[in-house]
Nanobody, 121 residues
Framework: QVQVVESGGGLVQAGGSLRLSCRAS????????LGWYRQVPGYQRELVAT???????NYTDSVKGRFTISRDTVRNTGALQMNSLKHEDSAVYYC???????????????WGQGTQVTVSS
């Protein structure tokens, strides 16, 4: 199986920056798509940003111009650079990795445990 672990969360003042990292490991695999999602207690998880294997990116409107998603298909890592953070960005951020297991060729969809981001006003 493929495990995903996020890191880099923490407490930051409004207007500050934070960089989240994501690493996928385990059985050999090919990473296809990587996405960042966030969730506030009591609310549904929402998409923040995604990047496909061919490099196409997509952002939710509220973070456009402030967040930048990236990934390294060789190292099987991803990142979310968050600038000009707002209090409304506070949430648990989750990394989602999708791809194909090498050998078996089965598709997988793995989620990390999440990392807390708290932005003070």
């Amino acid at each position: 199986q493929v495990q995903v672990v996020e890191s880099g969360g923490g407490l930051v003042q409004a207007g500050g920056s934070l960089r989240l990292s994501c690493r996928a490991s385990g059985r050999p695999f090919r990473m296809d798509d990587l996405g960042w999602y966030r969730q506030v207690p009591g609310y549904q998880r929402e998409l923040v940003a995604t990047v496909t294997r061919d490099g196409a990116t997509n952002y939710t409107d509220s973070v456009k111009g402030r967040f930048t998603i990236s990934r390294d298909t060789v190292r099987n890592t991803g990142a979310l650079q968050m600038n000009s953070l707002k209090h409304e960005d506070s949430a648990v951020y989750y990394c989602n990795v999708r791809g194909r297991l090498l050998g078996w060729g089965h598709a997988f969809d793995s989620w990390g445990q999440g990392t807390q981001v708290t932005v003070s006003s």
